[in-house]
């Protein structure tokens, strides 16, 4: 069992429709992440929270909006979103975050499998 | 820019036989190096981390080494068993733009076959 909670576990929706994917931990974490990963693809970095901050923006379109409400949520909001944005949403987390001289190893949830149609 | 190989991108073994999987990367500066598996349309479930300071590291029948150096890592699986099928990844933290970042191979499909 993951120490990283993902919900929903699927999520079918239009292009015209505003959802929510939701990320918790509950191991002190300070450092939480969004990677988006396409079939027979490495997962690529998307934000990083550190510290409640978004540290890291790598240049995501801004039909993805994060949120971290608190040191163990994450949030990804989705609206307008188009077919190619299909694929599975990872959330990650670990002690303090990339910016912070952090070498522990990452966490991760078992993913949101997101469809757009 | 870091770019991180891993070959075979897909083996299959009989069970029971012992496994080396590869791993390349082309900027030696790096912090630390993960494996993960990932079993399909799941998550990534973390294996071992090797810091930059250290060799190897060891969990079960697992053995994960490194050659900073050589830009090289192997992930080594001891009596392997179909339950060890899944996708296995390498990742290596370094800087990258000014930040540090996780980069990514594009892994080794496993099968173990009975």
């Known amino acids: 069992d993951t120490e990283v909670t993902q919900t929903p576990k699927h999520l079918v929706m239009g292009m015209t429709n505003k959802k929510s994917l939701k990320c918790e931990q509950h191991?002190?974490?300070?450092?939480m992440y969004w990677y988006k990963q396409k079939a027979k693809k490495p997962p690529e970095l998307m934000f990083v929270y550190s510290y409640e901050k978004l540290s890291i923006n790598e240049s995501v379109p801004s039909r993805f909006s994060p949120e971290c409400p608190n040191s163990s949520l994450l949030n990804l909001h989705l609206h307008a979103l188009q077919p190619e944005d299909s694929a599975l949403y990872l959330c990650a987390s670990s002690h303090r975050g990339l910016a912070f001289g952090d070498n522990s190893p990452l966490h991760f949830g078992n993913g949101t499998r997101l469809t757009v149609t | 820019k870091q770019e991180v190989t891993q070959i075979p991108a897909a083996l299959s073994v009989p069970e029971g036989e012992n496994l080396v999987l590869n791993c390349s990367f082309t900027?030696?500066?790096?912090?630390?190096l993960q494996w993960f598996r990932q079993d399909p349309g799941k998550g990534l479930t973390s294996l071992l981390l090797i810091q930059s300071s250290q060799r190897e590291q060891t969990s079960g029948r697992l053995n994960a080494s490194l050659d900073k150096s050589s830009g090289r890592s192997t992930l080594y699986i001891a009596a392997s068993q179909p339950g060890d099928s899944a996708t296995y990844l390498c990742a290596v933290k370094g800087k990258q733009g000014g930040s540090e970042k996780l980069v990514f191979g594009k892994g080794t499909k496993l099968t173990v076959n009975p």
């Open positions: 191991m002190g974490h300070r450092a």
């Open positions: 900027d030696s500066a790096i912090y630390n």
